[in-house]
């Protein structure tokens, strides 16, 4: 499958240093963990949580699920508390209306958001703008093109149709990704016109957005990047503003090292 242009795919993850690297407005942290860790990790990250996390977990019909959602806060709280220099305990969530959780420690101007799709989790961390990330493992979707009529905007669809069936998975998800990133950098969820919101990467300035209807004047205080998580996956990152940050890529692979677990403990 050729890569689009459109797509930063050469990425190199790196392991986090001791001291964690400063926030500014400049960039944005993104951090990958994959769901397998070691059950003794995954009990330190369970302890961090706070009781209405541990109240939600047990709503959780599913074992796997609670271990799920157990993990991803955790890995979430130990993330914020690196760049914050705090105990990943001390952490505390506000939530927007329709539930975007952000630092109810707002002094700190650290914004962030988080993905998961499937074994990979997504955290995006950066100082004093709106951020959105969205991460998506290619996969089947029913009636694809009833999806993209309902969806996605004229100049998405006439993309899509535009490449080989080949690109066609990439493609899709690339839209879906970039348009969830922007939604959920805003907050909003689903809430909006979907269709209005043009995010097809313009071939001169691929992290522009082309039109959001429903907000005019709206999408030039916008950046979407795209980039490849993983193999057979997209993801991609909104931000607000119209600098277009530099990406630092960060692999949580040491959670389970004797320093990552000074850092949950703390
Ligand atoms: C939360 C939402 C915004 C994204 O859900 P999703 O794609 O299923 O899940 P993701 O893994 O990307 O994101 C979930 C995380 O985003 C955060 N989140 C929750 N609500 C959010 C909101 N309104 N805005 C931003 N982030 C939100 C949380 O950290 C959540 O993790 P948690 O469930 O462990 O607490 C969902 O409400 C939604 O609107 N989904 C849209 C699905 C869709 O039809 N997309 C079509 C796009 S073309």
Redesign the pocket.
Known sequence: MKLLKSVQNKIEWRIAPNTPPPLSAAVVHVWRMWLAQPADAITALRQTLSADERERMARLRRPAARER?AI??GF?RATLAYHLQISPAEIRFDY?P????VLAHPATGVQF?????REMILCAVTHTRAV?I?GEFFRTIREQEKFAAR??SENERNWLASVPDDEKPRVFFE??TR??AY??AC????TRH?RGIDVRPAPADPSAIGQIADRPGEATRWRVVSFIPAPDAVAALAIAGDALPELHFWQWDDVSSPDARKKIQR
């Not at 958001?113 to 799709?117: E, K, P």
């Not at 907050?187 to 689903?190: A, F, K, S």
């Open positions: 959602f991803t806060r979430l927007l329709q539930g975007k959780p958001n988080l993905s998961h799709s959105g969205d969806f996605f839209i879906w348009k969830e939604l959920k907050g909003d969820g689903v979907l």
